[in-house]
Protein backbone atom coordinates (compact mmCIF):
# COMPACT_ATOMS: atom_id res chain seq x y z
CA UNK A 1 0.00 0.00 0.00
CA UNK A 2 1.40 3.64 -0.70
CA UNK A 3 1.14 6.27 1.80
CA UNK A 4 1.36 10.11 0.63
CA UNK A 5 4.30 12.13 2.21
CA UNK A 6 1.48 13.48 4.59
CA UNK A 7 0.93 9.98 5.98
CA UNK A 8 4.43 8.90 6.13
CA UNK A 9 5.10 12.17 7.97
CA UNK A 10 2.27 11.23 10.57
CA UNK A 11 3.89 7.76 11.05
CA UNK A 12 7.52 8.98 11.63
CA UNK A 13 5.92 11.55 14.22
CA UNK A 14 3.51 8.70 15.93
CA UNK A 15 6.78 6.71 16.40
CA UNK A 16 8.89 9.99 18.05
CA UNK A 17 5.43 10.00 20.87
CA UNK A 18 6.10 6.42 21.71
CA UNK A 19 9.40 6.74 22.11
CA UNK A 20 9.23 10.12 24.23
CA UNK A 21 6.93 7.73 26.46
CA UNK A 22 9.28 5.23 27.38
CA UNK A 23 12.19 7.75 27.54
CA UNK A 24 9.83 9.67 29.92
CA UNK A 25 8.94 6.59 32.16
CA UNK A 26 13.02 5.31 32.18
CA UNK A 27 14.29 8.36 32.96
CA UNK A 28 11.53 10.17 35.22
CA UNK A 29 10.78 12.66 33.10
CA UNK A 30 7.22 13.16 34.78
CA UNK A 31 6.91 16.96 32.90
CA UNK A 32 7.01 15.61 29.53
CA UNK A 33 4.19 13.52 30.48
CA UNK A 34 0.78 15.63 29.82
CA UNK A 35 1.92 16.55 26.61
CA UNK A 36 2.04 12.79 25.25
CA UNK A 37 -1.71 12.16 26.05
CA UNK A 38 -5.01 13.27 25.16
CA UNK A 39 -7.71 14.61 28.27
CA UNK A 40 -9.33 11.69 27.88
CA UNK A 41 -6.78 8.75 27.51
CA UNK A 42 -7.23 5.30 28.49
CA UNK A 43 -4.98 2.84 29.54
CA UNK A 44 -4.99 -1.07 30.64
CA UNK A 45 -1.63 -2.89 31.41
CA UNK A 46 -2.27 -7.15 31.49
CA UNK A 47 0.79 -8.28 33.30
CA UNK A 48 1.22 -11.62 34.65
CA UNK A 49 -0.13 -10.78 38.29
CA UNK A 50 -1.51 -7.32 37.74
CA UNK A 51 -3.73 -5.79 35.91
CA UNK A 52 -3.76 -1.68 35.82
CA UNK A 53 -6.99 0.12 34.54
CA UNK A 54 -7.52 3.77 33.97
CA UNK A 55 -8.91 6.54 32.15
CA UNK A 56 -8.04 10.83 32.21
CA UNK A 57 -4.90 12.70 31.93
CA UNK A 58 -4.53 13.09 35.26
CA UNK A 59 -4.84 8.96 36.47
CA UNK A 60 -2.35 8.43 34.10
CA UNK A 61 0.07 10.83 35.00
CA UNK A 62 0.03 9.89 38.19
CA UNK A 63 -0.19 5.98 38.10
CA UNK A 64 3.35 6.74 35.79
CA UNK A 65 4.90 9.49 38.21
CA UNK A 66 4.20 7.09 41.08
CA UNK A 67 5.21 3.57 39.18
CA UNK A 68 8.75 4.93 38.36
CA UNK A 69 9.55 5.79 41.93
CA UNK A 70 13.30 6.77 43.59
CA UNK A 71 13.54 2.95 44.49
CA UNK A 72 13.26 1.69 40.91
CA UNK A 73 15.01 1.36 38.04
CA UNK A 74 13.43 0.54 34.35
CA UNK A 75 14.01 -0.03 30.78
CA UNK A 76 12.13 -0.34 28.22
CA UNK A 77 12.47 -0.65 24.25
CA UNK A 78 9.67 -0.71 22.12
CA UNK A 79 10.41 -2.30 18.91
CA UNK A 80 8.78 -3.18 15.33
CA UNK A 81 6.06 -0.52 14.97
CA UNK A 82 3.25 -0.81 12.60
CA UNK A 83 1.35 2.30 12.60
CA UNK A 84 -1.78 2.30 10.45
CA UNK A 85 -3.24 5.99 9.78
CA UNK A 86 -6.76 5.55 10.34
CA UNK A 87 -7.96 9.61 9.24
CA UNK A 88 -6.42 12.65 9.31
CA UNK A 89 -6.55 12.98 12.63
CA UNK A 90 -6.37 9.41 13.75
CA UNK A 91 -4.13 6.42 14.11
CA UNK A 92 -3.34 3.17 15.10
CA UNK A 93 -0.30 1.37 16.51
CA UNK A 94 1.11 -1.90 17.41
CA UNK A 95 4.80 -2.47 19.02
CA UNK A 96 6.47 -5.23 20.80
CA UNK A 97 7.84 -4.51 24.29
CA UNK A 98 10.84 -5.51 26.02
CA UNK A 99 11.24 -4.45 29.72
CA UNK A 100 13.42 -4.90 32.81
CA UNK A 101 11.59 -3.59 35.95
CA UNK A 102 13.35 -3.81 39.38
CA UNK A 103 11.74 -2.38 42.36
CA UNK A 104 14.83 -2.28 45.37
CA UNK A 105 12.42 -1.79 47.55
CA UNK A 106 10.38 -4.47 46.97
CA UNK A 107 13.54 -6.33 46.05
CA UNK A 108 11.69 -7.53 42.64
CA UNK A 109 13.08 -7.97 39.18
CA UNK A 110 10.72 -8.15 36.12
CA UNK A 111 11.49 -8.94 32.64
CA UNK A 112 8.80 -9.18 29.78
CA UNK A 113 7.50 -8.87 26.69
CA UNK A 114 3.93 -7.80 26.17
CA UNK A 115 2.52 -6.40 22.93
CA UNK A 116 1.27 -2.80 23.13
CA UNK A 117 -1.52 -1.63 20.80
CA UNK A 118 -2.38 2.16 21.01
CA UNK A 119 -4.71 4.34 19.01
CA UNK A 120 -3.32 8.05 18.49
CA UNK A 121 -5.13 11.38 17.82
CA UNK A 122 -3.91 15.01 16.46
CA UNK A 123 -5.03 17.09 18.66
CA UNK A 124 -3.50 20.79 18.08
CA UNK A 125 -1.41 19.68 15.11
CA UNK A 126 0.45 17.27 18.01
CA UNK A 127 -0.26 13.47 17.64
CA UNK A 128 -0.89 11.71 21.12
CA UNK A 129 -1.56 8.55 22.65
CA UNK A 130 -5.48 8.64 23.00
CA UNK A 131 -6.04 5.04 24.24
CA UNK A 132 -3.09 2.28 24.96
CA UNK A 133 -3.28 -1.30 26.57
CA UNK A 134 -0.70 -3.95 26.67
CA UNK A 135 -0.79 -8.15 27.16
CA UNK A 136 1.94 -9.75 28.23
CA UNK A 137 3.74 -12.19 26.20
CA UNK A 138 6.28 -13.19 28.83
CA UNK A 139 6.79 -11.90 32.34
CA UNK A 140 9.69 -13.44 34.83
CA UNK A 141 9.24 -12.10 37.87
CA UNK A 142 12.72 -12.97 40.53
CA UNK A 143 14.39 -11.70 43.65
CA UNK A 144 16.75 -8.64 42.70
CA UNK A 145 19.18 -9.85 45.67
CA UNK A 146 19.02 -13.56 44.59
CA UNK A 147 20.12 -12.73 41.27
CA UNK A 148 23.19 -10.86 42.92
CA UNK A 149 22.34 -7.56 41.58
CA UNK A 150 23.85 -4.31 42.12
CA UNK A 151 22.51 -1.30 40.19
CA UNK A 152 25.88 0.95 39.48
CA UNK A 153 23.53 3.62 38.19
CA UNK A 154 19.65 4.68 38.63
CA UNK A 155 18.79 7.32 37.21
CA UNK A 156 15.37 7.14 39.00
CA UNK A 157 16.63 7.22 42.06
CA UNK A 158 17.27 11.44 41.57
CA UNK A 159 14.39 11.77 39.33
CA UNK A 160 11.71 9.32 40.33
CA UNK A 161 9.30 10.33 43.37
CA UNK A 162 10.66 10.10 46.95
CA UNK A 163 8.70 7.69 49.50
CA UNK A 164 7.07 11.16 51.06
CA UNK A 165 6.15 12.52 47.64
CA UNK A 166 4.32 9.37 46.09
CA UNK A 167 0.42 9.04 46.24
CA UNK A 168 -1.41 5.78 46.64
CA UNK A 169 -2.18 4.31 43.61
CA UNK A 170 -3.41 0.73 44.75
CA UNK A 171 -6.68 1.33 43.42
CA UNK A 172 -5.62 1.21 39.92
CA UNK A 173 -3.96 -2.13 40.32
CA UNK A 174 -5.32 -5.41 40.45
CA UNK A 175 -3.22 -8.31 41.50
CA UNK A 176 -3.68 -11.93 41.14
Not at 69 to 94: F, Q, Y
Not at 95 to 118: M, N, P, R, S
Not at 149 to 169: N, W
Request: hydrophobic share 40%.
Amino acid sequence: MAHTLQQLSDIEEIKVLKHRYFRAIDTGDFAALPALFTQDVACTYNGGTYKVSLAGLDAMVEFLSNSFHSGAAAMHIGVMPEVTVTGDNSAGGIWYLQDVFIDLEKDAHTFGTAIYTDTYRREGGTWKIATTWYDRVIEVLTSFSAMGGQLSVQRLATTGRKPHERTDISHLIHWD
